[in-house]
C-alpha cells in the first residue's frame, strides 16, 4: 500500500512538473501571440486611418471634380438657352425703332423745363436748350442698325433717370451739351504740328 502512493504522489510531480513547463511554454506563446496580435490591430489600425485619410481626399477630389463637371454643365446649358432666349434688338422693324426713338424724344422733351432749371441752365432761353435736347436726337439721325439704335435709346432712359436722380453735376452737363470748357480738337496740319499731335 505504501508503494502504491508513493508511486502516484511521483507520477503526479513528475506530470505536474511536464505541465508546469507546458504552461509556462503556453503562457510564453499565448503572451507572444497577445503581443503579435496588439501590434496586428496598431499596424491595422494605422493602415485603417491612413486608407480613411486617403479614402476622404479621394472622396474630396471626386467632388471637386463633379461640381467642376457640373459647373461647366451649367454654364454650357445656360449659354445655351441664353443663346436660344436672348435676341439682340428689342425692335423688330425700322418702323418699331422709329416710334421709340419718338417716345423717348417727347419724353426728354416734357422733361426739359424740369431739368433746365434743377440744373441751373437758365442762363440760356428754354427754346434755346430744347433745340439742344433736339440736336443731341438729330446727330444720330444717319444711324440705321437697329442694334444701335436700341443701344441708344436704352442709354437715353439711363440719362433720364440719372437727370431725374441728380446723378450728373450741372458742369457735366453743360460740358455734354454745349461744349463748354472743352478745347475743340485741331483740325488742319499746322495746328496739329504745333500741339504735337500725330
Known sequence: MNSVPTVSVQR???????????EYFAADNIKKIGDSLSQFAYTCGNKISTLNDKVVQLERQLDFLE???SR???VQAAQRVVTKTVTPVSSHSADE???AVLTLYKRFQ????????????????????????????????????????????????????????AFYNPDHVRNYLFRENLEAKPKDFLSKFLLKID
Not at 503526479?12 to 507546458?22: A, G
Not at 431739368?115 to 432761353?125: H, S, V
Not at 439704335?149 to 431725374?164: F, L, N, V
Open 12 to 22: 503526479q510531480l513528475k506530470e505536474d512538473w511536464d505541465n508546469r513547463e507546458f
Open 67 to 69: 461640381a467642376k463637371l
Open 72 to 74: 461647366g454643365k451649367v
Open 97 to 99: 425703332a422709329r416710334l
Open 110 to 165: 416734357r422733361l426739359t423745363p424740369t431739368f433746365w432749371w434743377d440744373y441751373e441752365l437758365t442762363d440760356y432761353p428754354l427754346p434755346v436748350f430744347r433745340e439742344v435736347i433736339k440736336k443731341q436726337f438729330i446727330k444720330n439721325a444717319h444711324v440705321k442698325d437697329l442694334r444701335i439704335i436700341d443701344r441708344k435709346i436704352a442709354e437715353g432712359y439711363k440719362d433720364i433717370e440719372s437727370i431725374e436722380y
